[in-house]
RNA sequence: GUCCCCUUCGUCUAGAGGCCUAGGACACAUCCCUUUCACGGAUGCGACACGGGUUCGACUCCCGUAGGGGACGCCA
């Protein structure tokens, strides 16, 4: 039997991580095992249905590099479909109408709540109606759930799991109005389009119970279960807004690389052994369902950051000069031919020093911005008499140099160490820092100069020391 | 409130009864490297939630308690 998992996201308007990590995990399974994912927008509420949501997450699935089979299914457009099954669970007596109105049913769940049962409705309609159908009245069609013994659904993740008939009721699969509820939905897709792996949140585990009545009823096979524990934010709760970024497109904003992201999400709730760098290629040829760890985890930047600081360094140079060259179109700096050049001469030792694409900006800043640049408060200090006494003697004998190597500027370096400031190199290098970048930490400066070039430098060197201090 | 699930270092986790004096990774601390900030290297700190069983033996099995999470819609 080949593999067909699915992704089935509701279109809420950007890609939840978690939803991403779900995504993940149910590609890295069908393509391990040679099989299908299928994606599916979860859009039985057609007011929620909107496509710059279908958009929003179609380009996370993208970013990610996760790709999927076939069309993208609209489960709204399967509405008749939905309701054509729940009239043949009607027929087979599997289903009945229920005329109940709003009222009746909110106090059906007040009192429930009073006796404290999970379940509410007294499946008054469901063999002996209490009156004729009520005129003018829509009725909803509800399934005969069992109503004793006890249920059992066989996760992969979470083993068996039971639960007494008591706590399931007669729920509603098809509305008033006609249209089908996701619980119905959901089995029916899955069953028409050859699901047999459903691999999704833990939130779900409880509608496995309810879905499994409609698979019964109906005489469909039940798929495999595997329901993964959720993310939780670095505090212990939920993963939402409050704690930054909740979607993947923040994520990628924040200067993360897809592939870090996809090796973090992997490491969170799934392991193989102590492995924790794991390239997807490896994943794709180690991914199992007994990997899946049964608790919630945190999510945890200074890992991710960890992570990314890895990929970064196994990025191509070129790339990286392209995510990071639209990094400063962002911020208004015109990226020219030679200071892609100058950011890629210097991308080895770049790239090795920082753990996110936007720190990675902000480090080769200098190396991209023109005259007149600002000081910051260190480099200010930095470059007081002493500090401009040495980045003068500096300027000067830059011109008798014979190659503009970083070779001969640390010879140079060196030696007006030597001379002005007892050899202490830092006394010479701190100055020039803070003259040619503005601030008071930079990658190497000997070849930031060779990137920046003769001329470039000298441009620097001036202004700073005709710069008001 | 009711039901379901979970519980190993601060965090992610390894662990399928003796291999555990509990391993790895991130973070943290110290040292080394060093022109700054980083990177890197080395070392260190640090956990089986608690209480009962079962067993010759329990991190591993069972029960209870506590804590955390989730679900209880004509939402998905």
Known sequence: MTVVTRFPPSPTGFMHIGTARTGLFNWLYARRHGGKMLFRIEDTDRARHSEEAVTAIVNGLNWLGIDWDGDIVSQFAMA???????????????AYYCYCSPEELEQMREDAKKEGRITFYDRRWRDNPPSAPPEGVKPV????????????????????????????????????????????AVVVDDHDMGVTHVIRGDDHLNNTFRQNIIYEAMGWDIPTYAHLPLILGPDGVKLSKRHGAT???????MGYLPEAMRNYLLRLGWSHGDDEIIETDQALQWFDLEGIGQSASRFDFDKLNYVNAHYMKLADNSRLVDLVSDIYQLRNINITPLHRERLLVR???????????????????????????????KALAQLNEDGKFIVRVIRDNLSGLDDFTAEELETLCKSTADYHRDGKLGKVMMPLRAALTGSASSPSLVHAMEALGKEDVLLRLDFALSHNT
Do not use: N, W
């Open 80 to 94: 008749d479909r939905h309701a054509e099954i729940a009239l043949e669970l009607l027929k087979s007596g599997k």
């Open 141 to 184: 069609i509800r399934i005969k759930a069992p109503m004793s013994g006890e249920r059992v659904v066989y996760d992969k993740v979470q083993g068996e799991v039971r639960v007494a008939s008591e706590q399931l009721d007669d729920f509603i699969i098809l509305r008033a109005d006609g249209t089908p509820t996701y619980m119905l």
């Open 247 to 253: 979607s993947v497109e923040e994520y990628r904003d």
């Open 347 to 377: 991308m080895d030792e770049l790239k090795s020093r920082s753990k996110t694409l936007v720190q990675l900006a902000d480090d080769a800043e200098f190396l991209v911005k023109s005259i007149p640049y600002d000081f910051d408060e």
